[in-house]
């Protein structure tokens, strides 16, 4: 309409009424117009409002096209628990963490997505969230001492600890005779935990590569205890490589949440496992330089801290152990409030043969902490039975059977209770743990985006297990919901059109009369509804019929003809008006013949009978 009333000004201006009246033809009368004038103003007018005005109604199309933002996805936050239906019948547990230096911003946003992977149905847009009600850990006294450090759980012993079995290890010699290695433990403080500092031969390498590091031990009871019947939570060899990948060298990290049920009485865990190592050949030894970055740089991200005594001296250790083809292990296993921690520095030349196959420099890290201790309605059941003692085992939420097997001979039937892995995260890419160089075996800036990242990581992951394990009320997702984008771009444009639209209508009524304004019909009738000659709007409209005449076919208006004067000859104006209307005489009514608006029904006659007799 801006258009429209834009060239009608123009029209005005120009004084091209015919011009103006074309504008309201379609486009085979325009080309006739603009055939017949040839290069006039007029025809250029007429060209020009049938292109804009044709381009003018591709409008909203044009709008699509520099900007068209479809649909977005709103974000809302909901409880998981009305997300129950929507949880995949067969979910995952295992979530894996590539990384690498050119991911990491993508991973900082797909993180919730990445964790939350195969945990609902195609087609639900939720992402997990670290808004999630973690409760409160309740903790015991120990019920014992000189057990290194321990989350304790209750007055019967129950506790968990890392792996108190890190510094054992065993040989057999030639008389096949198994020769245990001699690592002691030592003490610190009472309850508080325990440190051990060897130089071994390289005969005991072996089994400790073979230990797969970060398993918590579960003490269930100071009996089962003091008989050595501790279990570990074990990776499933089936589906977590944690199970093999855990085990020798490489740098890596593996995150889990666990719970353990005893009774009525359910505690949640997180756990963080952390290894890196470096590789060397017989022939090459580590460098000094390479060592002492290592230690440094897994000690803390703090160069202030970085300057720790102790680093020197395992600095120190370590190479007297290489110069002396020794190996060489330092560890500590401490408690403190919530939390356990085992951390251990190793040199281990493994011997094929007699001959070092290769040196491999490893250091781990080991952290667990109780995050929520409740009370349960019901007790687990015991899954299948066992003669001996047992618990159940779990993953993702979903029991699979016990541990049996593992139970040791000689011990009375007793059902511990239930341990489930309900989730489990790998970090991949922290390095190469195969090469000799501290900087490439421990990539300085991955190392340090997974350790800032790591309690968002445990969160999503609690978030996770939560979910499937414990109970899902407690945990906030984010749902999308599509719905139409609003540009900004497009809505600019749609007030600019209304605002042209405004400017154009209100310069056309002050500065034109309104003939320039009205279409051809109103331009006509304005002489028969006002005395002026103005045109406007017509508020009673009078019938406008084809009238048959002798002559043909006739506008007439009320029952008068419309008839146009050619002029008086030489082309000036007659006198009269150039249009008059004349009256139509009225046709007398052919009896016979049916008129608009008439019935034509048969003349209907009561008939008439014989009179009875």
């Not at 022939?283 to 330089?289: E, G």
């Not at 409209?541 to 005449?549: A, C, G």
């Amino acid at each position: 309409m801006a258009v429209n009333y834009f060239f009608c000004l123009v029209a005005a201006k120009a004084k091209a009424f015919t011009g103006y009246l074309m504008f309201m033809e379609d486009i085979i009368q325009k080309s006739h117009f603009i055939a017949s004038k040839g290069f006039s103003g007029s025809s250029i007018l007429v060209l020009c409002f049938a292109i804009l005005y044709s381009a003018s109604s591709l409008y909203g199309t044009l709008l699509w096209g520099f900007d068209a933002p479809g649909y977005v996805i709103q974000a809302q936050n909901v409880s998981a628990s009305t997300l129950e239906n929507s949880l995949m019948e067969t979910r995952a547990y295992i979530v894996n963490l590539d990384m690498n230096r050119n991911n990491l911003a993508n991973l900082d946003q797909e993180m919730p997505h990445m964790i939350g992977a195969n945990l609902y149905k195609t087609g639900s847009n939720y992402t997990l969230t670290s808004d999630i009600n973690r409760g409160n850990a309740e903790l015991t006294t120990p019920t014992q001492t000189l057990v290194g450090g321990r989350i304790w759980l209750d007055a019967e012993g129950l506790s968990v600890s890392p792996d108190t079995a890190a510094s054992v290890s065993y040989t057999t010699d030639q008389n096949g005779t198994m020769v245990s290695m001699d690592c002691p433990l030592q003490e610190v403080g009472v309850g508080v935990g325990q440190y051990w500092n060897c130089t071994v031969n390289n005969t005991f390498v072996d089994p400790l590569l073979r230990a797969v590091i970060g398993q918590p031990e579960i003490h269930w009871d100071d009996t089962s205890d003091e008989a050595f019947d501790s279990r570990y939570l074990k990776p499933e060899r089936q589906r977590n490589i944690w199970a093999s990948f855990g085990q020798g060298g490489g740098t890596a990290m593996m995150k889990q949440m666990f719970t353990i049920t005893k009774g009525t009485r359910r505690h949640t865990f997180i756990e963080t496992t952390f290894r890196t190592t470096m590789l060397t050949v017989p022939s090459v030894p580590f460098s000094s330089y390479e060592l002492t970055d290592i230690l440094k740089r897994t000690w803390s991200t703090n160069i202030t801290e970085q300057q720790a005594p102790l680093l020197t001296r395992l600095s120190n250790s370590i190479q007297s152990a290489q110069s002396n083809d020794k190996s060489f292990l330092f560890g500590t296993n401490d408690a403190h409030n919530v939390t356990t921690t085992q951390v251990t520095w190793e040199y281990l030349t493994p011997e094929v043969g007699g001959e070092a196959a290769y040196s491999l420099l490893r250091i781990t890290l080991t952290n667990i902490t109780v995050v929520r201790s409740e009370n349960i309605p019901v007790a687990p059941t015991p899954f299948a039975l066992c003669d001996a003692a047992y618990s159940n085992v779990a993953y993702g939420g979903v029991v699979t059977g016990t541990d049996c097997v593992l139970a040791k001979l000689g011990r009375p039937k007793q059902f511990f209770g239930q341990v489930d892995t309900s989730a489990v995260l790998i970090l991949n890419g922290l390095g190469d743990g195969r090469s000799n160089l501290s900087a490439t075996a421990l990539d300085e800036t991955i190392y340090e985006w997974a350790s800032m990242n790591s309690e968002r990581m445990n969160d999503l992951l609690l978030a996770r297990g939560y979910i499937v394990s414990i109970d899902p009320s407690l945990v906030t997702v984010e749902r999308g919901v599509l719905k139409p984008a609003i540009s900004y771009l497009q809505m600019f444009l749609c007030l600019l059109a209304l605002v042209l639209f405004g400017i154009a209508w209100l310069s056309l009524r002050l500065l034109t009369t309104s003939h320039w304004s009205s279409s051809l019909l109103l331009n006509i009738l304005a002489p028969m509804n006002n005395k002026s000659g103005a045109p406007g709007y017509v508020y009673s409209v009078p019938d406008i019929l084809l009238q048959e005449t002798g002559a043909g076919k006739h506008v007439a208006v009320n029952g008068s003809l419309l008839r146009f004067d050619a002029g008086a000859p030489g082309g000036q104006l007659s006198p009269s008006s150039l249009m008059s209307y004349e009256q139509v005489p009225q046709q007398p009514k052919d009896p016979m013949t049916v008129h608009e608006g008439e019935a034509f029904l048969p003349q209907y006659q009561q008939p008439t009978y014989p009179p009875k007799p």
